[in-house]
């Protein structure tokens, strides 16, 4: 399990996010999902909010320094899905 503590908390329903939690595997459903998007950086960004189980709409409002640091400690749970669309 990866724990990403984010430095600029995302505010929704009246509380915050401040850390997301990527906890599980990535599933076929997840990658038919990301499929649908057409640029790397929206499949890339479908895929962590599945695997941190945060509804989408709510992961893309987390900042692009923050975006970035996810990017650089969950790298190896998305190594095995590159290259193979």
Not at 37 to 54: G, I, P, Q
Request: proline fraction near 5%; hydrophobic fraction near 40%.
């Amino acid at each position: 399990m990866v724990t990403v503590t984010l430095k600029k908390p995302v505010e929704h329903d009246g509380g915050k996010l401040t850390e997301l939690h990527f906890n599980r595997e990535a599933e076929v459903g997840d990658m038919i999902l990301a499929s649908r998007f057409s640029t790397n950086e929206e499949k890339t960004a479908v895929m962590l909010a599945a695997l941190s189980d945060t509804p989408l709409p709510l992961f893309k409002k987390i900042k692009l320094p923050d975006f970035n640091r996810i990017l650089d400690q969950t790298k190896h749970l998305l190594s095995d899905l590159e290259g193979n669309e």
